[in-house]
């Protein structure tokens, strides 16, 4: 097998404990982040049945190491509860506890320890190799094999774009979500996530082995799986030199809850927007810095055809939206304005060219809020705006960069202002919607950023609140991601899963959410609120690679 024996022994380790324990009725009532806490950060948990005292217990020996009192009630319209809270920040010492509640019960296990977020880092990145279209993909996970064929190897036919019956190579990519679609859009956002934790974190992720096949000799794992959408956006390009490039290849309509690699309909290259080609320049310039200590030839290509694409923008200034006719498959529909922002700011940081420069300032002082609280597929500005904010590069307009500041600050602290007024600390607030559990953890982006700006503990405390709340503290008591944490989604709406055999869903993906409090579904068929995909992938990455720990190979 290809993923070591390493891989599936961690994983019967770290998920066996917290699902046997979870059996029990009486720890529902008590909602806690079943992948457990760090040692020096806040803990809490959120009781849905009254009590007065609680105690925390070893679990090795039954021992009390702390005893608190309930605080409450607290009531919340949206999911029409009235809560508890138990804070046992306290307990710093690594170990394995139980939340003990008399009147109540027991919770499930948890651990406390430096290194509890660390393999669900791990499976959430190794979630887009197991995305991974154009190539045979297989790992283990919990004692499950999960393996498909190679997939997709006759993309794409350019009938939509002007050539009828001729193929071209648009092989690679990762599929987008429960369905085998390639949209370029929805790539933007995640692929400039992905880059922006590489960025902000790589000192802890370089050396972490996602165990991964050798497709980028030498390069540090985390990267390796960007170049595999890397290559594959290369080829969404138009071929004929223009710098357009196609707002997806997909199929005309979505496929049935078949495997990848038995999905034979035929897949088109689709008419370009320019968005797609905004985000496209994007992508690559920002792939071409980042990929340059480890294959200059390869970042120089990159260079090359996002310097082709700005060009093309600059000279086509107007919003175009792609002729989709005959397509039922995904829209990520959007107006461009956003995405031409952020491709000139990526421009800029990788190359220094002052018209870049420019085109980013005249952008970004037209924006009506510098800074997004709410952002993902349909409005990047915000990660434009924060490689401006960073980059180290002189010529910037200081004014501008006080206002960013002082934005990014004010929706930081509304951040945490929120997640402190949410019963289960959810940190969008009241707001749900298709994919919001990807916001929730996307939140992590503007807190680590004002962090960096003005370290605030508030922030940390804020992510860690959202990753609570994904893996378990919520309206259900469970974990919102595949595989991890306790009594996780079973369904998903994801065609791997439904079509494989195997019980258990592909694993580490986070699932998008009720778009009220309380609708979530666990069903296949719910693709509204169950169903899995890249750019929410990339922010819970995001999210968790701020805490993971360093590893060395
Ligand atoms: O994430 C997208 C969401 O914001 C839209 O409201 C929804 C309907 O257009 O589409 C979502 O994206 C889906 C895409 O169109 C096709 N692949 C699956 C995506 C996740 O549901
Ligand atoms: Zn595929």
């Not at 029990?24 to 948990?45: E, H, Q, V, W, Y």
């Not at 977020?117 to 887009?128: K, V």
């Not at 995904?330 to 700011?345: C, E, F, I």
Request: glycine letters at 10%; aromatic letters at 12%; charged letters at 25%.
């Amino acid at each position: 097998m290809l993923q070591g024996k390493r891989w599936s022994m961690i994983l019967v380790l770290l998920c066996g404990v917290v699902t046997v324990a979870g059996a029990s009725d009486d720890s529902t009532a008590i909602r806690l982040n079943s992948l457990g806490f760090l040692p020096d950060m806040p803990k809490k948990a959120t009781l849905t049945t009254q009590g007065s005292d609680f105690s925390v217990r070893r679990v090795t020996d039954d021992a009390v190491v702390y005893s608190g009192k309930l605080t409450g009630p607290h009531q919340q319209q949206d999911v029409g509860q009235e809560v508890w809270f138990a804070d046992f920040s306290e307990v710093n010492t690594s170990g394995r506890y139980v939340l003990d509640v008399p009147g109540v019960g027991r919770s499930i296990e948890f651990p406390v320890g430096g290194d509890v977020y660390d393999f669900a880092f791990s499976a959430a990145m190794r979630g887009f190799y197991l995305w991974r279209c154009g190539t045979a993909v297989e790992g283990v996970h919990n004692g499950n094999r999960y393996a498909h064929a190679a997939c997709h190897l006759d993309d794409a036919w350019q009938d939509y774009i002007g050539f009828p019956n001729a193929k071209r190579d648009g092989t690679q990519g990762w599929h987008d979500a429960g369905d085998y679609g390639k949209y370029t859009v929805c790539a933007g956002v995640t692929v400039g996530t992905l880059f922006m934790a590489w960025d902000h974190f790589h000192e802890q992720l370089k050396g972490r082995s996602l165990e991964l096949p050798d497709t980028a000799p030498g390069w540090p794992d985390f990267l390796k799986e960007l170049k595999w959408e890397i290559d594959w956006l290369l080829k969404m390009q138009y071929p004929d030199g223009s710098g357009k490039v196609s707002h997806k290849l997909t199929r005309l309509d979505f496929s049935g809850f078949i495997m990848p690699e038995d999905d034979k309909e035929k897949r088109y290259f689709t008419d370009w927007g320019s968005a797609a080609t905004a985000d496209f320049t994007a992508m690559t310039a920002m792939a071409a810095r980042h990929f340059k200590p480890y294959d200059p030839n390869y970042a120089e290509k990159c260079l090359a055809a996002a310097k082709t694409s700005y060009a093309f923008l600059q000279a086509n200034p107007a919003d175009k939206r792609p002729d989709l006719t005959g397509f039922s498959t995904g829209g990520y529909g959007t107006s461009d304005p956003d995405d031409r922002l952020w491709a000139a700011a990526e421009m800029w940081e990788t190359t220094g060219d002052a018209p870049a420069l420019a085109d980013f300032e005249t952008r970004a002082k037209a924006l009506r809020r510098l800074i997004e609280a709410d952002w993902d597929w349909g409005n990047v500005s915000n990660l434009g705006v924060l490689t401006y904010l960073f980059s180290q590069r002189p010529g910037r307009d200081p004014e501008l960069v006080e206002r960013i500041r002082t934005a990014l600050k004010e929706t930081a602290d509304q951040i945490v202002e929120q997640a402190g007024r949410d019963v289960y600390a959810r940190p969008l607030g009241g707001r749900y919607y298709w994919g919001c559990n990807g916001d929730v953890a996307r939140q992590a982006v503007i807190l680590q950023a004002a962090h960096k700006l003005s370290p605030r503990p508030e922030y940390l405390h804020t992510i860690l609140d959202a990753v609570g709340h994904l893996f378990g503290r919520n309206y259900y008591g469970r974990s919102f991601v595949t595989g991890l944490g306790h009594r996780p989604p079973m369904y998903p709406h994801d065609r791997r899963s439904g079509a494989d055999g195997v019980e258990a869903p592909w694993p580490g993906y986070v699932i998008g959410g009720g778009h009220r409090a309380t609708d979530w579904k666990d069903e296949q068929d719910d693709y509204r609120t169950n169903e899995i995909a890249i750019n929410w992938q990339a922010a819970l990455v995001y999210a968790l690679a701020g805490f993971v720990q360093p590893e060395a190979n």
